[in-house]
């Protein structure tokens, strides 16, 4: 059983920059594609961006491309989100997960392990 323990939320002003780390434990982790994804008050849970095994290919929602980066540390089985640019739409509770598979995925329905998430909140 994997366990994943997310970290780096705060307060930020629009225009700022915030980096999330994601720790595993409990399981073979370095193998798994790992998501962030985020919820916002109201709305139905999104992907933000997605990795696969060994950080060669990623992919990001439309609205994080050119201000967020998702890399992994296999080494210390971290998976983190540089956020750069930070929008007050980008306000919401942020998830890390992990899937049982190599490649990345969009779809949180193939994910099988999900941390509690952090709050991430951009003020105008």
């Known amino acids: 059983q994997v366990q994943l323990v997310e970290s780096g939320g705060g307060l930020v002003q629009a225009g700022g920059s915030l980096r999330l780390s994601c720790a595993a434990s409990?399981?073979?982790?370095?193998?798994?594609?790992m998501g962030w994804f985020r919820q916002a008050p109201g709305k139905e849970r999104e992907l933000v961006a997605t990795?696969?095994?060994?950080?060669?290919?990623?992919i990001y929602a439309d609205s994080v491309k050119g201000r967020f980066t998702i890399s992994r540390d296999n080494a210390k089985n971290t998976v983190s989100l540089q956020m750069n640019s930070l929008r007050p739409e980008d306000t919401a509770v942020y998830y890390c997960a992990a899937r049982r598979s190599a490649g990345p995925s969009t779809s949180e329905k193939h994910y099988d392990y999900w941390g509690l998430g952090t709050q991430v909140t951009v003020s105008s």
């Open positions: 409990g399981g073979t982790s370095i193998n798994y594609g």
């Open positions: 990795i696969n095994w060994n950080g060669g290919s990623t």
